[in-house]
């Protein structure tokens, strides 16, 4: 089983600073990464698609980026509803998770 | 506008059965794979099941397979999962989510499930 392992596991910002998230995974996988985010008390959001694809209606501040084993969602200039945890996801092989980074208002 | 509306969750006991149904709309569902992703309190993302646009092939987690099963009715526009011998282990909100090629691009708002006596 392919291991995706997020970090930092949280990460304290202020508004108009940017920022850019982790995620590991195990083994190579090469581009089959997505990244989510979900809001507090709320469903998960498609943010980026294979590592680096846009997604229609997401905000172009977030990007992704990375191929094999490492991978990065960064985030130009975050706004107050940015504050939220982040998840990645392969698609290599079967369907697994990372285990999330928050990202929280210093 | 893609909506997905899960219902049928709530508490039960250990050991007995529980089914979610989700109804689709906005786009032709027939023609998409589907899936539940599921999330413990507090924890994060689990994937548990996917079936493909025509139910003709279904991949379920290790830790449910033979006790829950995905099936969906595409005259209805209606995904379900039949969860049977349930453990507490399963207590979590379940999300029915639209499946393109392993990457999950809409979500529905999450129905509870409790398993516990």
């Known amino acids: 089983n392919i291991v995706l392992t997020q970090s930092p596991a949280t990460l304290s910002v202020t508004p108009g600073e940017s920022v850019s998230l982790s995620c590991r995974a195990s083994?190579?996988?090469?581009?089959?990464i997505h990244w989510y985010q979900q809001k507090s008390n709320e469903s998960p959001r498609l943010l980026i698609k294979?590592?680096?694809q846009s997604i229609s209606g997401i905000p172009s501040r977030f990007s992704g980026s990375g191929s094999g084993t490492d991978f990065t969602l960064s985030i130009n200039r975050v706004e107050s509803e940015d504050f939220s945890i982040y998840y990645c996801?392969?698609?290599?092989?079967?369907?697994?998770f990372g285990g999330g980074t928050k990202l929280e208002l210093k | 506008e893609v909506q997905l509306v899960e219902s049928g969750g709530g508490l039960v006991q250990p050991g007995r059965s529980m089914k979610l149904s989700c109804a689709a709309s906005?786009?032709?569902?027939?023609?998409?794979?589907m899936a539940w992703v599921r999330q413990a309190p507090t924890k994060g993302l689990e994937w548990v099941a996917t079936?493909?646009?025509?139910?003709?092939?279904?991949y379920y987690r290790d830790s449910v397979k033979g006790r829950f099963t995905i099936s969906r009715d595409n005259a209805k526009s209606t995904l379900y999962l039949q969860m049977n011998s349930l453990r507490s282990e399963d207590t979590a909100t379940y999300y029915c989510?639209?499946?393109?090629?392993?990457?999950?691009?809409?979500w529905g708002q999450g129905v509870m499930v409790t398993v516990s006596s």
């Open positions: 989510t639209r499946d393109i090629l392993w990457v999950f691009d809409y």
């Open positions: 906005g786009f032709t569902f027939s023609n998409y794979g």
């Open positions: 294979y590592a680096s």
């Open positions: 083994q190579s996988i090469s581009t089959s």
């Open positions: 996801q392969q698609s290599y092989s079967s369907r697994t």
């Open positions: 079936i493909s646009y025509d139910g003709s092939s279904t």
